[in-house]
């Protein structure tokens, strides 16, 4: 089976006539929490950008770059009206055009920086990334209802990868690694990993993986935040599409209820992942988890919390230790098994969508 | 208006044909109070030098590399007649000829290394760089009688920039930035500096930047060394040579004297500003200050020298920042404002004398 | 004279049709004691390695990479039967065979990874580089019996180097640098080493260096280990081979014995120097020390292991800065003086089998 892989400086199948990332695609740029009286500058999809609020509180993102001598905007600093430069004092509105030169009474209509589209939905900013910079997006950005509907408690976090994005979508489409790398938090016995039994299906740019692991034993952070009686049936499902995944997973005591039924009991973890590329070679990861707390909510959230953030740290490390060994091995073929199928079948539609958009 | 600049990787219009400096020039190569019982190794327009002073105090600078087996000499040891390699112990005189090779009896005469013109005045230690290497000064140093006429206290120091030599002579030419960077020293009000009186002037090599802001409030470094009674006349005066930069600022208090006397009493800070490549895309940068305390000499220098360090920490920061954003964005371009009057004309110099260089 | 050196970056003399390094050689990889319960993971000549004992103590060594998703094997766990790698639990057996996928019945032929010739030998893990890198070794692995015989207590550890390995021969076939390198350890007085009398000799791909430096006062190391009178005759004898150096170093007191009787007693030092480039640029240091110590020999064994590393901490410092003092002078000729005779030889040895291996 061939499946193709933008790796830089490691695929021999990259074809650069098209882009390195799918485009008109809805990325997150920030956290809601992300954007309080600072700006943040970033760089997503290799384009450097000051996101900040206005004095409203909407949320705009423009060019991290001063017309005049260059600065970042991202080191000025916010009034209502929008960011000046702190260097000689530039005053931009969201809409990046230049609306105050101290000293001098004309500003010229080409004193104006680049402005991208922005929306916050949910906890999330999402920006868009068109074929045509110009056009108007193509639809809205997603809603999450998990963050919405108030029947979970959550939060989050921003992780910086030094690896390509299409490797984090691997990790998180293949869970069967929890047992050898999360032992510690989620993982538990390798086998009743190995030997989940799995469904890969999908349609169009979606991408659903579901993993049953019945009668098994609960591993650490799932015992420290139920009160399990023994044994459990486990649930992990997985969506994928092209710019962010949700993993529901979760756990029932051993025989009591149907894992296939959405209003299912036990404990619950519902994981955000927004993998939004920085560069070809480096990525940011948006997470938030949310949890159902049976008692003490805010204390059992920041546990779940803190051993999620714990697991992420831990793939962390695995990603980029594999992204510098494909650097040093190069065109070196990868062979697939068999818990290979959901990732595999994700690399064909990010494929796909690079060479719609090139 | 166009106004070129060499910033590699970033300019459109630099010419390939042409010397990233202007030669024929002598730089600041280190600050007399540097060279005392050891070697200072240093990279000066692209070159590694070993400078240092021999027993009777002369200052010499080699090329800093043993012809033997390549050690920088600067790893090495000083004798009153030169300087030993760290090796295996080749000696060699100002003049770059070596004079002993222990061991050995026979002084090959190719046993040597390049030597530079140095001169050492008023406290710098200036080094001559020439079209042709080979040839003579085509004049002397500049005096600075700012150190030796005995009116004013003094100190400095050196910074590396990892920017491009021609940014921070931008940062030195226009002086609006101290509202927006410099709050916490020598800034004061934004609009006081953004509408001072600017006259730009010059011939020949030099540009002159005089700036008036009458009836202001003194900034915090002022009013901590000197007495003033309330708002104050503040001058800045710039001149610009292609290689150093001298700025006399100070203030009187309000209406009480003729700004564009010389004879002007009240607080002064005279600043010597050598800019001196080290390379094409980073900087040392040599600095002075000097001023005329009223009353505990000493320590209102130190207070004036404390400012003025952390005056330049801020500086360095913005200039760096604003290298690395060029780089980002490549040949986007800038836009000029009123206050870059200065500058822009310091930057046809250095592109004039890169040219007769070439 | 012109000698050859492959130093990338800098010589002009380097032919690219040769390999960068001798091949059909035995290089050390490590030093036996370094392979205990967890798995090392080493670039060797510009290829990533990783080395272990199986459950029978026997040491492999495999391309460091698991053929599935390209993790670092040497991130992973040692079990009786090989390496399982740390992602999705993957095992190979000490030839690089998979032997289990976790979840999985079938394994397929071709999940493998290419294993290397390693053998064991008084210490230390050879590795063979072959011209044809499928074809058995072409003779055995040297012994060395100076860890074996029992004569002597040794101890040594591995150095990485920022250099490319020809300087580390240099530095070790040149003995002369001690006086201006090592005053603190093993130097002493430096006219004594420059003026020692040597004899340069070699058949083959060896070349041997032996010093004499008659009635000459004791360094640091020597006396903190060995009762010596007062002056003494010291020797120092060095063989090179092209993948490892052995140099046996030691003094009697002064007029007390023949210097070229191997019987001599007095006061030994025997080092071990393995030098295997890591990549074209940076270098792995093997070394082990070994001595006869009169009293309280673990103490003073470990003072002078401590002293050695010491040393060597030194001669990493100065064959660095030499390296980064080489790149940025490129091609700039460097002469040689009468200390080099033995160094030379042996780069005419390396540049001849670089040759006959392309």
Known sequence: MSVQM????????????????????WYVAALSKELTDQPVGRTLLSQAVVLFRDGDGRVHALEDRCCHRA???????????????????????????CIDIPGQDIIPPRAKVKSYQVKEVDGFIWMWFGLDQDAEPLFEPPNY???????????GDVYHYEAPYQLIHDNLLDLSHLGYVHLRTIGGDAKTHMNADMRVTGEGECVRVVRHMRDSLPPPTYTAAYPFKDRIDRWQEIEFLPTHLKIWTGAVDANSEDLNDPERGGFHMRGFHGVT??????????????????????ATLQKVVEQTALTFEEDKVVIEDQYQNMLKFGHAPMISIHVDAGANRARRIIEKLRSTAG
Chains 1, 2, 3 share one sequence.
């Open 6 to 25: 933008h790796i830089p400086g490691v695929s021999d199948l990259t074809d650069e006539t098209k882009s390195p990332f799918p485009l008109n695609q």
């Open 71 to 97: 600065l970042p905007l991202s080191s000025g600093t916010l009034e209502d009206a929008g960011i000046r430069c702190g260097y000689h004092g530039m005053l931009y509105n969201g809409g990046g055009q």
């Open 145 to 155: 209802a998990v963050h919405s509907s108030g029947k979970y408690l959550y939060d």
């Open 277 to 298: 590329p920085e560069t070809e070679t480096t990525s940011h990861y948006f997470w938030t988890i949310a949890t159902n707390p049976q008692s003490d909510p805010e």
